[in-house]
């Protein structure tokens, strides 16, 4: 049943035999071709998901596999000049070969992906992984004790079964579980792979809140106990200067009375640094939000307003509505006689360029970086210094490059990520 009849024909002194195949042989070689062509199949979807290295691992092993086959299907089929020639054993020689050269030269046997089934086992961070239909395909430890759940009874439910908790869009938020755990909960395609899986990670994050809670509780202390500190010395400087006032209406000594005015001046600028430290300590001291800039935008009537912002929004300090209103001030201040301001966005290699532009006289080449140094032009109140300290604290950058004469130009730069836009 194996072979129905063998015959012999010689070729020189070369005898070889042809065969004549049963139904047994054909139903034991369409299993082995069948599982072969399987093992192919899998090798070569692994080769299109792994990395280059790996990739010229799998290519040797897809061709020591394919060899043998070839031959011995040539042998089946009897191609050839010379039917019933076996040349298989002499391919299992090049073949171990093949492999003696591949494990020397690309350490076939010594770094193939053996043990990266088992990395996701020891990661502190909780790790699940869905089928296009939401079912829960693999879950490691992690995870399951942050959800409290067993791997086998996880796999095969919906994600929403699991943990109502974990249903989120492809980004990142943040949810506490049963034992007061802060967890931050990514989701997103599984990359670099041809499948349609979504991964979940869980990454806990209970000691970073609590130090940020700390340390918003030592800064309220500290902001506590400096306005008191404040207060009390703003009221000896109130009490300062009115002596000084009154020693100067009664003393006849105009030297004297320069001196005094000296003082009066002294204590003037102290009283500035100390309100100036009331400006600062907000600075930071709450998170970031996302503000639209056509909401947040305020000016006098007296002047007109244009803005080419809208949907724009940013990622920045709640103090953000201060910066427009600097920029504003400063340029009814300096700008001469200013009619017009405009904001204008406009995306720029994946940032977003925010200029505030006015009719202005401008500002001369030497004093574009100067405006926003601490202590230059006292008079504007609030200060260019602190406009770029807000923006800085998301890495928004601002630079001066209007053309004098013609009017100001203040050009902040919100890095990618750091802005979207609201549609509707």
């Not at 010379?82 to 299992?92: A, E, N, S």
């Amino acid at each position: 049943m194996f072979y129905t009849s063998v015959s012999t024909y010689a070729v020189g002194d070369l005898i070889l035999f042809l065969l004549e195949y049963g139904p047994f042989f054909w139903v034991h070689t369409g299993y082995v071709y069948l599982l072969t062509g399987f093992t192919i199949f899998l090798l070569i979807i692994a080769w299109m998901d792994y990395p280059s290295l790996y990739r010229r691992q799998i290519g040797i092993l897809i061709l020591v596999i394919l060899l043998p086959v070839v031959t011995d299907g040539v042998f089946i089929a009897k191609f050839g000049p010379f039917p019933g020639l076996q040349i298989t054993p002499v391919i299992l020689m090049l073949v171990s070969g093949i492999l003696l050269f591949a494990s020397s030269r690309y350490r076939l046997f010594s770094v193939l992906p053996r043990t990266q089934a088992r990395i996701p086992e020891q990661l502190n961070d909780g790790l699940l992984i869905m089928n296009p239909d939401g079912i829960v395909i693999y879950m490691n430890p992690s995870a399951e004790g942050y959800l409290s759940i067993a791997s086998d009874e996880a796999v095969g439910k919906k994600l929403a079964d699991i943990s109502p908790l974990l249903r989120v869009d492809n980004g990142v938020k943040e949810i506490s579980v049963h034992d007061g755990t802060i967890l931050e909960v990514w989701k997103n395609p599984l990359l670099r792979t041809h499948a349609s899986e979504e991964i979940i990670i869980l990454h806990d994050i209970t000691i970073r809140r609590r130090a940020e809670k700390g340390l918003r509780e030592a800064n309220r202390q500290l902001s506590l106990l400096s306005s008191i500190t404040r207060h009390d010395i703003l009221n000896q400087i109130t009490v300062v200067q009115g002596y000084i006032e009154l020693s100067r209406d009664q003393i006849a000594d105009s030297e004297l009375s320069r001196y005094l005015g000296e003082m009066k001046r002294a204590t003037d600028n102290i009283r500035y640094e100390i309100e100036f430290t009331r400006i600062y300590q907000d600075l930071g001291t709450q998170e970031p939000q996302w503000q639209e800039i056509d909401f947040i935008l305020r000016v006098p009537r007296t002047i007109r307003l244009s803005c080419e912002c809208d949907g724009y929004a940013i990622y920045a300090d709640p103090m953000l509505p201060k910066v427009f209103e600097n920029l504003f001030d400063n340029a009814l201040r300096h700008g001469g006689r200013v009619t017009e301001i405009s904001v204008i966005c406009g995306e720029v290699e994946g940032s977003l360029v925010i200029a505030v532009e006015d009719d202005g006289t401008g500002i001369a080449p030497e004093e574009k970086e100067r405006i926003f140094e601490r202590g230059y032009g006292k008079n504007t109140g609030f200060g260019l210094f602190l406009v770029r300290d807000i923006l800085a604290i998301t890495g928004i950058t601002i630079h001066e490059d209007g053309v004098p004469g013609e009017g100001a130009r203040f050009v902040m730069i919100v890095p990618e990520g750091g802005w979207r836009v609201n549609r509707g």
